[in-house]
């Protein structure tokens, strides 16, 4: 099954959308990818329905994602959670698991 930009989204609210603000969030996010200009022309100009507040939301987790990619990639979330699980990590005794080691 093909998923679209909104079904890989976390889940942030237990309710289920509306179905017009999911083909709005679906909309917005592929416009803003591929024609992002426009997007932000049609943003500008849409109404408060619940299509146009999900194209809206689209279009801003497109460019939230667009701005995660553009961190180098030291200061990006993901490293940083691996970062600070292998310094709470103890490190293994080498010298216990190497019996060609000689000991003191």
Known sequence: MLKTPFDM?????????????VKGFNEGYLLAREMPE???????????????????????QFEHEQDLNRQPIWMREDRLQSFNQDKDRTPPDRHKEDPDVERS
């Open 9 to 21: 989204l976390p889940e942030q609210e237990p309710e289920d959308p509306q179905p017009d603000f």
């Open 38 to 60: 426009l997007a932000e022309k049609i943003a500008g100009a849409a109404t408060q329905s619940e299509r146009s507040q999900g194209f809206k939301s689209g279009l801003e």
